[in-house]
């Protein structure tokens, strides 16, 4: 029998792994803006709509699907229905794009971690992190001119995550986010109490939170809240199916989902008061109103934080909280990034996990040091993260949702399984939001986007570039996912491994439509054209 599947020792190893997912990078840096621009206060109705309505229901979706069909995307798509692997790959493909320069951002905070110790930045921080730290050339390209105090931290965060990786699932992944969550939260708090004393604190947090109830009758405010929770959660490019994959039979995917959702929104809120109190502070001292100070994303974090840092009373300390959260915050996104390959090249071709994350994480690590710690890597950075995430996230989570509501009407069935597993059931609202709320919402976002770029590009960047690393790539990894789908799976694979307590994996699920033959074949011979969860034709809802 083949072997099966590596597991989570429990609940909590799960959850602290998921966590460690969902709180990355852009729930320090993106968030407190975005709230900011979007209403203030005012912003948290729609943003705890889009929650509930949008963001919980897909984490539950991508635990079903993973949990039920126990693999990575390719594996738990092609189980779930063998046409959907192609979708699968380009989960794992846009995986691969952002684990490339992401390291890089995770070796920037680790530099700044030690350049706060002694304010290394100087007067004119801006002027230090463009010029002096990332020799950031003013023409965008590819440049192999490359930038020592950038490649060398990006070589360590990318040894160290592949050491994690190499100990597998339990040993690695879950040990690691049991160390780096604690302490990224006893960082994050320490640094937040800190700033909430800080001269000017309290007029950064009367910007961030004072209402502007008009906003919420804009409709972009709306759209920003739901990107906000896409973007968050890391749901709908595989990571969430991949981890659920490694849990054991009898789990609770409903309660386990609701805490990291709100796990997830409590540190983006924790974030926003963190940051808005040192933007406050740091308005104070050059006697501007906040407004005129408030940032986010790079800017934020390696300008504006700096400055704050060299001002403050104990602003070292300032600076090793803040930077030293954006590691640990980093880091355990990373490794869940990566662990999205690994898994797929383990069930594609049967391969141990020591093999299987050095053939992908060892080619990935050469790509990145050639790509990004160079004077050029800036602008790279910018286009790829930009095209990957507004046309890669969104776009794939919006087709396999469709497909999963009006293709092969797997949603009953999921809903299914949540439930048989789950204390907190399921009713026929989790459908309406998955299947009517999301897609609306991704679609327009989408289509709101590709509008945007085709008639002012981005950045400013030339066009070449663009069409190049942006369109292009989003176009590329499309391809390759579907030229990835045709390949044979290994004898080794996951397609043949039996489940954790030895009985086979779910089987797919079968569409009057789009399995007509199948179904025809199988009721002639005289054989049940039941699924596991009931006869095909009688998926309904029992709520």
């Avoid at 990571?239 to 009898?250: A, E, F, R, V």
Wanted: net charge neutral; aromatic share 14%.
């Amino acid at each position: 029998m083949p072997s099966s599947r590596e597991t989570f020792s429990g609940r909590r190893a799960f959850i602290f792994a998921a966590i460690g997912s969902a709180v990355g990078l852009g729930n320090i840096w993106r968030f407190p803006y975005v709230a900011y621009e979007n209403g203030g206060g005012a912003f948290i109705l729609p943003y705890v709509v889009a929650l509930l309505t949008a963001g919980i229901p897909l984490l539950f979706l991508d635990y079903a699907i993973g949990h039920k069909y126990r693999g990575s995307p390719p594996l738990a798509f092609r189980r779930l229905f063998g046409g959907m692997e192609t979708i699968g790959w380009w989960q794992v493909m846009i995986c691969v794009i952002i684990g490339l320069y992401y390291a890089v951002i995770i070796g920037w905070a680790t530099s700044y971690t030690f350049f706060s110790i002694n304010h290394s930045w100087g007067a004119d921080p801006s002027s230090f992190f463009f010029n002096d730290y990332l020799k950031m050339s003013s023409e965008p390209g590819v440049s192999f001119d490359f930038v020592a105090s950038v490649t060398w931290p990006l070589l360590a965060v990318w040894l160290v995550s592949i050491g994690i990786l190499a100990l597998g699932v339990q040993k690695g992944i879950a040990k690691s986010s049991s160390i780096f969550i604690p302490l990224l939260l006893l960082m994050f708090l320490i640094l937040v109490v800190r700033s909430l004393f800080l001269p000017g604190a309290v007029q950064g947090l009367d910007t961030l939170f004072t209402p502007d109830w008009s906003k919420l009758s804009d409709a972009s405010v709306w759209v920003a809240a739901y990107g906000q929770i896409f973007f968050s959660l890391s749901v709908g490019f595989g990571i969430m199916l991949t981890y659920s994959s490694y849990l054991k039979k009898k789990e609770d995917l409903t309660g386990s989902g609701l805490v990291v959702g709100f796990a997830n929104s409590s540190f983006e809120v924790l974030a926003g008061i963190g940051v808005f109190a040192a933007l406050g502070f740091m308005a104070a001292a050059a006697g501007k109103p906040v407004s005129e100070v408030a940032a986010s994303g790079i800017g934020l974090a390696f300008i504006a934080f700096p400055t704050i840092i060299s001002q403050a009373p104990f602003g070292e300390l300032i600076g090793i909280l803040f930077f030293g959260s954006l590691v640990f915050a980093g880091l355990t996104s990373l490794i869940s990034i990566l662990e999205v390959i690994i898994a797929s090249v383990q069930d594609k071709l049967g391969m141990g996990r020591v093999k299987a994350t050095l053939i992908v994480s060892v080619p990935m690590m050469l790509v990145s040091v050639l790509l990004f710690p160079t004077t050029t890597g800036l602008s790279l950075l910018d286009v790829v993260d930009s095209y990957v995430n507004n046309f890669g996230i969104v776009a794939v989570a919006l087709i396999s949702v469709v497909f999963l509501v009006a293709g092969i009407s797997a949603l009953p069935s999921l809903r299914n399984h949540l439930n048989a597993t789950s204390s907190f059931r399921l009713g026929r609202k989790w459908q309406l939001f998955v299947g009517g709320v999301t897609p609306v919402m991704l679609g327009y976002i989408l289509i709101t986007e590709i509008v945007k770029r085709l008639s002012e590009g981005y950045g400013g960047y030339p066009t070449w570039f663009v069409n190049t690393f942006g369109w292009g790539m989003a176009i590329g990894i499309v391809v390759i996912s579907f030229l990835l789908s045709r390949l044979n799976w290994s004898k080794r694979s996951g397609l043949y491994q039996h489940d954790i307590d030895g009985a086979p994996v779910a089987p797919p699920i079968l569409d009057r439509q789009l399995d007509y033959k199948v179904i025809k074949l199988r009721e002639s011979a005289g054989l049940s054209v039941a699924t596991q969860d009931g006869p095909v034709n009688q998926m309904t809802d029992k709520e």
